[in-house]
C-alpha cells in the first residue's frame, strides 16, 4: 500500500499531470495522420527525454501510447484510412456505418470501447502483473508458431464472401512477407539493396488503405459530377454522442472478452496488438452471427455492425497496458513501443525488470497509475477532439479532402526512412489495393498475413533449431502444451465455415 501511495504522490505532481495531458492529446492527433503510427512518434520523442525529468518524461510516453489507437479510429471510421495499423479492422465496419448515416455512433463505440479495454488492463496491470509474466515466458519459438498460426486462421472467419479470394490476399500477404535478405539469401530483392530488409510495412499500410480510400474518393466525387450533381458531403450531424444504456448493454460482453482476449495476447512478447485485434475481432463475428441470425434488420459484419468497432477497439487498448506487464516485471517488452519505452528507461538510469521494483517502486507504480488516469481523461478528451476533427473533414469538398489525405499519405510514407522509395511502394500498392476492392479481395488478410509471415518463419526456424528438426516438437502434449492447444483451436476455425456450409447444404 505504501509503494501505490508512493505512485499516486509522483503521479499527483502538477507537471506530471500536465505531461500525461499532453500525451493523451498529442497521441490523438497523431494518430489520426496515416502512417505516423506510435512507433514513430516515440522514436520521435526520444531525443527530448535527456532534458526532462524521469516522471515527465514517461507521463509524457504512457499518454501517447493510450490515445495513438483511438486518433487512428477517427480516420479509418470517417474515410476508410486507418491512422494506425491498429485500426484496420476498425476501418471496415466503421467506416460502413459513417456511409450509412451513424459516423456519430460508430466514433462513440469506438471512443468507449477504447477506454473499457484501457481501463480493464490498467486494473489487470495492478493486480496480475507477476502472474501474467509468469504465463508470458512460457511462450518460446514453437509457441510464438503456433500463435501466428492461430491469428492466420482467424482470417477465415472475416471472409464474408468467397473463402477463395481470403486465401489469395493471405497468400499474397505471405508472398509480401518473404521479400528480403534472409538467411543469407535474398529474396525476390530484383538486386534491389530497397527491399533488402524487406517491404517497408507503414508505406504498404498507407498503400493498401490510404491511397486506396483517395481513389475511391476521387470515384465518388467524379462519379456525382457525371451525374450532374455538386459533390458534397452527406452528413452534416458530426457530434459523438454518449452511448445510451441499451447500447451499453448490449456492448458489455464484446468489451470483456475482447479485453480478455488483448490482455492475454499483450503479455506475450512479440506477438502484437494486431493479433489479439484480429483474433478478438473474428470471436465477435461468431457470437454476432449466431445472436442476430434471425434479424434481417442487424447489419452484419463488415455491412456496419457496431460489435466490429467495439471489439478491434477495445483488444487494441487492453494491449497496450498488458504489454507492460513483461516490461515491468522482466524487463522484456512485449512489441516495439515498449522497446522504444525501455530506451528511455535507461536513458533517465532506470533499469526495466526486477531491479525496478526494488530500487524505483514509487516510479512502477507512478507508471501503472498513469495508464488507469490516461484511459480515464481519453474518453472526454476525445469527445472534442473528434468533434473537431470531424467538423474540419466535413467542410472539406471531396476533391480538396482527397489532396488532403494523399498528401497526408505521402507524408507518412516519406518520413519512415527519409526517401522517394516508401512513397513508391505506397503509391504501387495504393493501386493493388484499389484493383482488390473493385474485385471483391479483402485486405486485411493481406495485412496480416505480411505482418505475421516474418515472425512465424523466424519462430520456425529456432524451434526448429532448438528441437533438431524435429517437426513434432509442435504438437508434444508434454514438451509444449501450450503449442498443441493453439493448434488445436486453429484447426476449429479452418474447420468451422467449411462445416456452416455443409451443414447448410444439407438443409437444403
Same mark, same amino acid.
Given at each position: 500500500?505504501?509503494?501505490?501511495?508512493?505512485?499516486?504522490?509522483?503521479?499527483?505532481?502538477?507537471?506530471?499531470?500536465?505531461?500525461?495531458?499532453?500525451?493523451?492529446?498529442?497521441?490523438l492527433?497523431?494518430?489520426?495522420?496515416?502512417?505516423?503510427?506510435?512507433?514513430?512518434?516515440?522514436?520521435?520523442?526520444?531525443?527530448?527525454?535527456?532534458?526532462?525529468?524521469?516522471?515527465?518524461?514517461?507521463? #509524457?510516453?504512457v499518454?501517447?501510447?493510450?490515445?495513438? $489507437?483511438?486518433?487512428?479510429?477517427?480516420?479509418?471510421?470517417?474515410?476508410?484510412?486507418?491512422?494506425?495499423?491498429? $485500426?484496420?479492422?476498425?476501418?471496415?465496419?466503421?467506416?460502413? !456505418?459513417?456511409?450509412?448515416?451513424?459516423a456519430?455512433?460508430?466514433?462513440?463505440?469506438?471512443?468507449?470501447?477504447?477506454?473499457v479495454?484501457?481501463?480493464?488492463?490498467?486494473?489487470?496491470?495492478?493486480?496480475?502483473?507477476?502472474?501474467?509474466?509468469?504465463?508470458?515466458?512460457?511462450?518460446?519459438?514453437?509457441e510464438?508458431?503456433?500463435?501466428g498460426?492461430?491469428?492466420?486462421?482467424?482470417?477465415?472467419?472475416?471472409?464474408?464472401?468467397?473463402?477463395?479470394?481470403?486465401?489469395?490476399?493471405?497468400?499474397?500477404?505471405?508472398?509480401?512477407?518473404s521479400?528480403?535478405?534472409?538467411?543469407?539469401?535474398?529474396? #525476390?530483392?530484383?538486386?534491389?539493396?530497397y527491399?533488402?530488409?524487406?517491404?517497408?510495412?507503414?508505406?504498404?499500410?498507407?498503400?493498401?488503405?490510404?491511397?486506396?480510400?483517395?481513389?475511391?474518393?476521387?470515384?465518388?466525387?467524379?462519379?456525382?459530377?457525371?451525374r450532374?450533381?455538386?459533390?458534397?458531403?452527406?452528413?452534416?450531424?458530426?457530434?459523438?454522442?454518449?452511448?445510451d444504456?441499451?447500447?451499453?448493454?448490449?456492448?458489455?460482453?464484446?468489451?470483456?472478452?475482447?479485453?480478455?482476449?488483448?490482455?492475454?495476447?499483450?503479455?506475450?512478447?512479440?506477438?502484437?496488438?494486431? !493479433?489479439?485485434?484480429?483474433?478478438?475481432y473474428?470471436?465477435?463475428?461468431?457470437?454476432?452471427?449466431?445472436?442476430y441470425?434471425?434479424?434481417?434488420?442487424?447489419?452484419?459484419?463488415?455491412?456496419?455492425?457496431?460489435?466490429?468497432?467495439?471489439?478491434?477497439?477495445?483488444?487494441?487498448?487492453?494491449?497496450?497496458?498488458? $504489454? !507492460?506487464?513483461?516490461?515491468? $516485471?522482466?524487463?522484456?517488452?512485449?512489441?516495439?513501443?515498449?522497446?522504444?519505452?525501455i530506451?528511455?528507461?535507461?536513458?533517465?538510469?532506470?533499469?526495466?525488470?526486477?531491479?525496478?521494483?526494488?530500487?524505483?517502486?514509487?516510479?512502477?507504480w507512478?507508471?501503472?497509475?498513469?495508464?488507469?488516469?490516461?484511459?480515464?481523461?481519453?474518453?472526454?478528451?476525445?469527445?472534442?477532439?473528434?468533434?473537431?476533427?470531424?467538423?474540419?473533414?466535413?467542410?472539406?469538398?471531396?476533391?480538396?479532402?482527397?489532396?488532403?489525405v494523399?498528401?497526408?499519405?505521402?507524408?507518412?510514407?516519406?518520413?519512415?526512412?527519409?526517401? !522517394?522509395?516508401?512513397?513508391?511502394?505506397?503509391?504501387?500498392?495504393?493501386?493493388?489495393?484499389?484493383?482488390?476492392?473493385?474485385?471483391?479481395?479483402?485486405?486485411?488478410?493481406?495485412?496480416?498475413?505480411?505482418?505475421?509471415?516474418?515472425?512465424?518463419?523466424?519462430?520456425?526456424?529456432?524451434?526448429?533449431?532448438?528441437?533438431?528438426?524435429?517437426?513434432?516438437?509442435?504438437?508434444?502434449?508434454?514438451?509444449?502444451?501450450?503449442?498443441?492447444?493453439?493448434?488445436?483451436?486453429?484447426?476449429?476455425?479452418?474447420?468451422?465455415?467449411?462445416?456452416?456450409?455443409?451443414?447448410?447444404?444439407?438443409?437444403?
Amino acid at each position: 500500500m505504501d509503494a501505490i501511495l508512493q505512485g499516486f504522490y509522483v503521479l499527483s505532481d502538477p507537471f506530471v499531470l500536465g505531461f500525461l495531458t499532453t500525451g493523451v492529446v498529442l497521441g490523438l492527433l497523431i494518430g489520426a495522420i496515416p502512417g505516423l503510427n506510435d512507433n514513430i512518434t516515440f522514436a520521435v520523442f526520444i531525443p527530448f527525454v535527456f532534458g526532462m525529468e524521469a516522471s515527465h518524461a514517461l507521463a #509524457l510516453m504512457v499518454g501517447v501510447y493510450c490515445s495513438t $489507437s483511438v486518433g487512428g479510429a477517427i480516420p479509418a471510421i470517417m474515410l476508410k484510412v486507418p491512422g494506425t495499423a491498429s $485500426s484496420l479492422l476498425t476501418s471496415i465496419d466503421g467506416n460502413a !456505418m459513417t456511409r450509412q448515416g451513424k459516423a456519430p455512433q460508430a466514433l462513440s463505440v469506438a471512443i468507449t470501447s477504447s477506454v473499457v479495454g484501457g481501463l480493464t488492463s490498467s486494473v489487470v496491470l495492478i493486480f496480475f502483473a507477476p502472474l501474467l509474466a509468469a504465463f508470458a515466458l512460457r511462450f518460446g519459438p514453437a509457441e510464438n508458431v503456433a500463435l501466428g498460426i492461430l491469428g492466420l486462421a482467424s482470417v477465415v472467419g472475416m471472409m464474408s464472401g468467397s473463402i477463395f479470394k481470403g486465401l489469395i490476399a493471405a497468400a499474397f500477404g505471405l508472398l509480401i512477407s518473404s521479400v528480403g535478405y534472409h538467411y543469407g539469401q535474398d529474396r #525476390l530483392t530484383f538486386d534491389n539493396f530497397y527491399f533488402y530488409d524487406g517491404v517497408p510495412l507503414v508505406p504498404l499500410l498507407v498503400g493498401l488503405f490510404g491511397i486506396t480510400a483517395v481513389l475511391e474518393l476521387v470515384e465518388e466525387d467524379v462519379a456525382e459530377r457525371l451525374r450532374g450533381n455538386e459533390p458534397g458531403q452527406r452528413q452534416k450531424d458530426v457530434r459523438a454522442v454518449i452511448l445510451d444504456s441499451k447500447m451499453v448493454k448490449r456492448l458489455w460482453p464484446t468489451w470483456l472478452r475482447s479485453s480478455a482476449i488483448g490482455n492475454i495476447i499483450g503479455v506475450i512478447p512479440g506477438a502484437g496488438a494486431l !493479433m489479439a485485434i484480429y483474433i478478438s475481432y473474428d470471436q465477435a463475428r461468431r457470437h454476432h452471427e449466431t445472436k442476430y441470425q434471425n434479424d434481417p434488420d442487424e447489419p452484419k459484419f463488415g455491412e456496419g455492425a457496431v460489435e466490429g468497432v467495439a471489439a478491434p477497439e477495445a483488444a487494441n487498448n487492453a494491449v497496450v497496458a498488458s $504489454s !507492460m506487464v513483461p516490461l515491468l $516485471s522482466l524487463g522484456i517488452p512485449g512489441n516495439s513501443v515498449s522497446a522504444l519505452f525501455i530506451a528511455a528507461m535507461q536513458i533517465k538510469g532506470l533499469a526495466a525488470g526486477p531491479l525496478l521494483f526494488q530500487r524505483n517502486i514509487d516510479i512502477v507504480w507512478m507508471i501503472i497509475l498513469a495508464f488507469f488516469a490516461a484511459n480515464l481523461m481519453m474518453g472526454p478528451i476525445a469527445y472534442i477532439t473528434v468533434r473537431w476533427l470531424i467538423s474540419l473533414i466535413y467542410a472539406l469538398p471531396r476533391s480538396v479532402l482527397a489532396t488532403a489525405v494523399a498528401l497526408l499519405c505521402l507524408t507518412g510514407a516519406y518520413a519512415v526512412e527519409s526517401t !522517394m522509395f516508401g512513397v513508391w511502394v505506397a503509391l504501387v500498392f495504393g493501386i493493388v489495393g484499389y484493383g482488390f476492392r473493385k474485385a471483391g479481395v479483402p485486405i486485411a488478410p493481406v495485412i496480416l498475413a505480411v505482418i505475421l509471415g516474418e515472425r512465424i518463419e523466424s519462430s520456425l526456424y529456432n524451434a526448429l533449431q532448438l528441437s533438431g528438426g524435429n517437426w513434432f516438437t509442435f504438437i508434444d502434449p508434454l514438451g509444449h502444451p501450450i503449442s498443441l492447444l493453439l493448434l488445436v483451436v486453429s484447426a476449429g476455425f479452418l474447420a468451422s465455415p467449411l462445416i456452416k456450409r455443409w451443414r447448410t447444404s444439407r438443409a437444403r
